[in-house]
């Protein structure tokens, strides 16, 4: 009866710890002709889109619905041919379309595009027009080949005047088994070893000892289930099993991250815009060799000069250096929501080793660093603002405020999305372990009750 107890309790404890890793959830699959599954996604995805009424421009947020459906234009592609692509249907003729690609070691969202129709009334009210409407970007969602891609943060697709938010996304293209690459479970650690001897009756201290010296244990020992997976950058660093690079040639180095600076534009009637942040441009282009890079470069406050104007309605700054000729940032107004937002990037400089030198990119559709007329938006997490296909801005620790600015100080803060999502996984990891130790206590105390059960006292 021991060894009966003594599993039901493995099993019990087994249990808790998957319901820990996974959770259930709808899954888009595209097939090919034979019932192969080529393509897998699991997310949930909110739309935020502005558009035109007789009263003025407005902005509308809504979400994938769950009767969301697979499209049959989605196809899992023809080697040297095409490429596997994922279409999701869902109301009125929305259609929102993952395109992929890959190499000999990655694959990739090569390209995002959303289709929405604006004669759906229950999502756009009063639209004046009544268009159908294609948007479309680039994305950063990549993953190893055979490995799946998970986020668990926010991650943002900026796609001209519509934002694609992406939450809890698991996707995998180019399927090897037909279904997601499967974690593997931490055998070697200490938390396997307890589990695998969960009969046994095992000391609180030691139980506490072991579990907490396994979470202290470096990876892949305790990491051994992320390593089937490629996480995404929001959900922070972690640790890869490639191998080192070789000698020759030396890898480039990795851009350090730009310094933060503080801006102000100020105009006739006082300051209109205050602004602290680090900024880092991606410029993808062809060089005379007709290969493509990509060429990072963050802006050097002490060799930018910056200005500026103000508007009513528009608000500029504009930075200036010896390489990077115009940089500016452009801020509008909903004057019928009161909210404020980064509407427009526009880049003018010269690429000398580029087949075509002169570089200009511009983007005035934008709905990024959004917050209330009077506040300011504050962001510690990086945030990437996808201007055109060939070019993207990284922000770091972004603090902006637009038009009403008082005293040439900060108004009460809005927080972005990823930092509050960020301050949520450290709770949760702590009440999971919280809650994992309290479980083997209990097991402990059911454990040594059982095993005195037999006994009498004489």
Not at 351 to 373: E, G, H, W
Request: proline share 6%; net charge positive; aromatic share 8%.
């Amino acid at each position: 009866m021991a060894a009966l107890g003594g599993a039901r309790r493995r099993s019990l404890l087994l249990l808790l710890l998957a319901g820990l890793i996974h959770s259930a959830a709808a899954i888009f699959v595209v097939k090919d002709a034979n019932g192969t599954a080529c393509i897998m996604a699991n997310f949930s995805a909110a739309f935020t889109a502005s558009y035109d009424t007789r009263s003025g421009p407005k902005n509308v947020t809504f979400d994938l619905p769950s009767n969301a459906a697979v499209l049959n234009s989605s196809s899992c592609g023809k080697e040297g041919a095409s490429d596997p692509v994922l279409a999701i249907a869902f109301g009125r003729g929305h259609e929102l379309t993952l395109n992929f690609t890959r190499n000999a070691t990655r694959y990739s969202v090569r390209l995002m595009s959303f289709i929405y129709n604006l004669s759906d009334t229950q999502i756009f009210p009063n639209a004046s027009s009544k268009d159908i409407k294609t948007v479309e970007s680039a994305t950063d969602i990549r993953a190893d080949i055979n490995k799946k891609y998970r986020c668990v943060s926010n991650n943002q697709i900026h796609m001209h005047n519509v934002t694609v938010t992406l939450h809890d996304a698991t996707i995998q293209a180019y399927l090897a088994n037909s279904s997601f690459s499967k974690e593997v479970l931490p055998v070697s650690s200490q938390i396997a070893v307890l589990f695998l001897k969960a009969e046994e009756v095992v000391p609180p201290s030691q139980w506490l000892t072991a579990l907490l010296g396994a979470f202290s244990l470096p990876c892949p020992q305790r990491c051994g289930w992320i390593l089937r997976e490629t996480r995404c950058e929001q959900d922070g660093p972690f640790p890869t099993t490639a191998p080192p690079p070789p000698p020759h040639p030396s890898p480039s180095p990795t851009p350090e991250s730009p310094s933060v600076y503080k801006y102000n534009v100020s105009g006739t009637n006082g300051t209109c815009l205050l602004a602290s942040m680090g900024l880092q441009l991606n410029i993808t282009y062809k060089k005379k060799d007709n290969t493509t890079v990509t060429r990072v470069l963050s802006i050097n406050p002490n060799k930018t000069t910056a200005g500026g104007s103000c508007s009513p309605q528009l608000v500029t700054l504009e930075l200036r250096s010896e390489s990077v000729p115009l940089l500016a940032f452009q801020f509008g107004m909903n004057t019928s929501t009161s909210r404020y937002f980064l509407q427009g990037i526009q880049l003018n400089m010269t690429l000398p080793d580029a087949r075509d030198p002169t570089f200009k990119a511009a983007n005035n559709s934008l709905r990024a660093l959004q917050a209330t007329v009077g506040n300011s938006y504050k962001c510690n997490a990086e945030e990437r603002v996808q201007v055109t296909e060939a070019f993207s801005v990284n922000i770091f620790k972004v603090w902006v405020q637009a038009f009403q600015v008082q005293g040439d100080k900060f108004g009460s803060v809005e927080e972005c999305q990823l930092d509050e999502n960020s301050m949520l996984i450290p709770i949760a990891v702590g009440g999971a372990l919280a809650g994992l130790v309290l479980i083997v206590l209990i097991a402990y105390l059911i454990g040594r009750k059982r095993s005195h059960a037999g006994y009498q006292t004489i």
